[in-house]
């Protein structure tokens, strides 16, 4: 029997939830910024942007301009990778995040220092903080913590240098003490078959003692059904982990997906979101649901927020802790200890609180839904799933958005959602389902509903709903089946929809 570290654990908790509580947002930011740019000042971009001569964030932000993944590759990273040197951040860097944009496809390599590691590794012992200050009586380090992650195996690029998915740099970087509490092996988690690494992990895992589970919802579901499935062909209580402590999910709204969870795991697990991305560890939620998530400050990240409205200004107002205001939708830039500066990251947040500041994932920059002049956030999208969801008491696993032009003349153009449920569903419940999402648009955007209105302009959604599995298999289809890789909510790309639709069509029903 392993024996309980969660009393080591709890004293660092009882630490760092005294030192979170005393920290200033406005003063810790700017700690962290200048901070930054000290350690940056003699590296190629520090020379060139005058970083010896920054005192205070405006001197900073008067000189260093915003700038997207694309400028600082062209400009920065391509021309020395797969070395890079002192160019953005002291010293080489180690590691690439390979990423690859939900509609695009097309790769991204994030660089990963040794210090956006530590950073990581910090804040993902926040999350474990937060965990333990609101259940005092968990036991989560009785047991293994497991990590769904994607293909872990890292491609060499040059000496010293390697690539590949944040979940296998995770791997790589694992510290000493953390290993015992981690689950799976080096073994399983070399697996890139995604099909193959599933019926292995849900074999494995059968018997182990997990007390905490991070993943994407969606493949988690897959591993659940499939450990469900395992033990009841042995005679086994269904519950995949019975003692199950704390389960951390990201990168999509966990409204639709809850109750399915609800169902697999029990009502006592701790559900926390975080929001990790390639650039560095945001997030985490030190609250309850829909109460925000609470940014890491002390952690080697400098975050500005920029009105989403500006984005396409010459000069959009830049704003950061010390000026952003509560309730505007902002997109997100990151400077970081990996050598990201003014970075849009492309997502879009909201300040739902100041003290400690605590925000709200609102979207993706260019993940919006407007066709006809609707002007649907994904925000929005994801209420009216997860609502019309509710109207008819089934699970949403997955879904995808897009628009249809008129196919005949007189015709309108309208919405078609592409939806994989948790089980089949009558006709008449998907009806009610497209009726419900109609209906809640309309009460949230204005645009929407007078777009709606009169019987012209923009027809009625479509629902298609695709049989379990199908997402799996698009997305197995494109390559990026597995680990980080997750679901387009909005696809704006017409030839992209269009693949979509046409392996939907097959199997769907529309209402």
């Known amino acids: 029997m392993r024996p309980d570290a969660t009393p080591l654990f709890r004293l660092y908790a009882a630490w ?104 990581n590794v910090r804040a993902g012992l926040d999350v474990i903080v937060h965990h333990l200050l609101a259940r005092p009586r968990s036991r989560a380090f009785a047991g293994r913590a497991f990590m769904l992650g994607g293909a872990s195996n890292l491609t060499p690029e040059a000496p010293g240098v390697a690539s590949g998915d944040l979940s296998g740099i995770a791997v790589a970087t694992t510290p000493r003490w953390a290993r015992p509490f981690g689950f799976p092996d080096r073994g399983l988690a070399l697996l890139k078959d995604w099909d193959i690494k ?62 399915r969870f609800g169902e697999l795991l029990g009502s006592h697990v701790d559900y926390r979101e975080v929001y990790p991305a390639s650039e560095g560890f945001i997030a985490s939620a030190d609250r ?34 010390g000026d952003a205001e509560l309730g505007v939708d902002y997109a997100l830039a990151l400077s970081t200890c990996a050598g990201a500066w003014s970075y849009l990251l492309g997502d879009t947040v909201r300040l739902v609180s100041r003290d400690p500041p605590r925000l709200a994932i609102t979207g993706r920059v260019g993940q919006t839904m407007s066709a006809f002049g609707e002007h649907l956030i994904v925000e929005e999208v994801e209420a009216a799933i997860a609502a019309a969801a509710g109207a008819i008491g089934a699970d949403v696993t997955d879904y995808a958005l897009g628009a249809r032009l008129p196919a005949t003349p007189g015709a309108l153009s ?60 698009w997305m197995r ?24 639709l046409a392996a939907a069509g097959a199997r769907g029903s529309a209402t």
């Open 16 to 119: 760092r939830g005294r030192q979170l509580a005393a920290l200033h947002a406005v003063a810790s930011q700017r700690r962290q910024l200048l901070k930054l740019v000290g350690q940056a000042t003699a590296t190629r971009f520090g020379r060139e942007h005058g970083f010896d001569a920054i005192r205070e964030v405006p001197d900073y932000l008067a000189r260093v301009p915003l700038r997207r993944y694309e400028d600082f590759w062209r400009d920065w990273w391509q021309p020395a990778f797969p070395r890079l040197v002192d160019v953005s951040w002291p010293g080489l860097v180690p590691f690439f995040a390979v990423t690859s944009g939900t509609t695009s496809g097309r790769s991204k390599y994030i660089p990963v220092t040794a210090a956006m590691c530590r950073s």
């Open 198 to 259: 599933i019926e292995r992990l849900a074999n494995a895992a059968l018997n182990r003692d997990i007390r905490i589970l991070t993943g994407t919802p969606s493949w988690l579901l897959i591993l659940l059904d499939r450990m469900r499935a395992l033990r009841q062909a042995r005679g086994q209580p269904p519950a995949p982990f019975p003692k199950l402590e704390l389960l951390l999910h990201g990168g999509v709204d966990f409204r639709p997906y809850r109750h």
């Open 288 to 321: 309850g649901p829909g109460e925000g998530l609470r940014l890491n400050l002390d952690n080697g990240l400098f975050y500005e927020f920029v009105p989403s409205a500006e984005l396409a200004a010459a000069s959009p107002r830049r704003h950061w802790l």
């Open 414 to 473: 309208h919405h078609v959602y592409v939806v994989e449920f948790a089980t089949a569903q009558p006709s008449d419940a998907i009806v009610r389902f497209a009726a419900t999402l109609d209906t809640h648009l309309s009460d949230a955007n204005d645009d929407y509903r007078g777009h709606r209105g009169g019987g012209f302009g923009l027809g009625a959604p479509q629902v298609l709903a695709v049989a379990p599995g199908f997402f799996a298999g």
């Open 477 to 500: 289809a494109r390559g990026q089946l597995g680990g980080q890789h997750k679901v387009p909510r909005i696809v704006n790309d017409a030839s992209l929809f269009a693949t979509l």
